[in-house]
């Protein structure tokens, strides 16, 4: 991975481990672990949020139910083939995992940046309350020709702007990634419960390719 790569989509949070650590996958001998962790938001909810991690990262801790983590990463994206449909599944990948002393330590840090471009048409809508919200898609490239597809969400005066953008804008967000609960009807008529993962856009910039030399 390059390091330019590496800076077109950072995350870092720090947060509680909520469950225990469980095998994910391996890749060229490498073993891949996931866990969850809560983040608290400055409101008195949480994001719970997946991260994925490397059994190097790790270096033997299998016991991190309860710890409070720094989670250095990217947020990523990949298809899961499930149902006869394909599901995007997101998922925090650490680079660097710091374990903190005590939960006094544990500050509500969540903060992402992306560089990307719009990959499809931006949806605005209100919510039932008259709030402003533009949903946006952003596909920010990886190293080996890889993407990362992000959903992203701007409010207010943002999502009025996000509106207008167009497939292709080059654009650059800050915000903090989160996690929505919401209900779906199935084909055989029961509701369930699923979990979006999202990044919450604080502020964004077109960055104009054109007028670069």
């Not at 469980?22 to 962790?37: A, D, L």
């Not at 680079?95 to 560089?115: T, V």
């Not at 919200?133 to 969400?153: E, F």
């Amino acid at each position: 991975m390059t390091d330019h790569n590496i800076k077109n989509n950072q995350v870092t949070v720090v947060g509680k481990v909520i469950e225990e650590i469980q095998f994910s996958h391996k890749v060229y001998g490498e073993g891949f672990y996931t866990f969850k962790v809560e983040v608290p938001r400055l409101s008195n909810v949480s994001d719970i949020l997946p991260v994925t991690i490397s059994e190097r990262l790790l270096a033997g801790k299998t016991q991190l139910l309860n710890a409070i983590v720094e989670i250095q990463g990217q947020f990523r994206s990949y298809n899961q083939y499930e149902q006869g449909k394909n599901r995007l599944i997101l998922t925090i990948f650490a680079l660097d995992l710091f374990i903190k002393e005590n939960e006094e330590e544990l500050k509500s840090i969540n903060q992402i940046y992306l560089d990307g471009y719009i990959c499809k048409a931006p949806v605005y809508r209100t919510t039932p309350f008259g709030r402003e919200i533009t949903d946006i898609l952003i596909a920010v490239n990886r190293s080996y020709h890889k993407s990362d597809y992000i959903p992203c969400i701007a409010w207010g005066r943002n999502a009025k702007y996000a509106q207008h953008l167009k497939v292709g804008d080059h654009l650059k967000i800050w915000g903090r990634v989160q996690s929505r609960d919401y209900q779906k009807k199935l084909e055989n008529g029961e509701v369930t419960t699923k979990t979006a993962y999202e990044v919450s856009i604080s502020k964004m910039e077109i960055d104009d390719d054109n007028n670069k030399e």
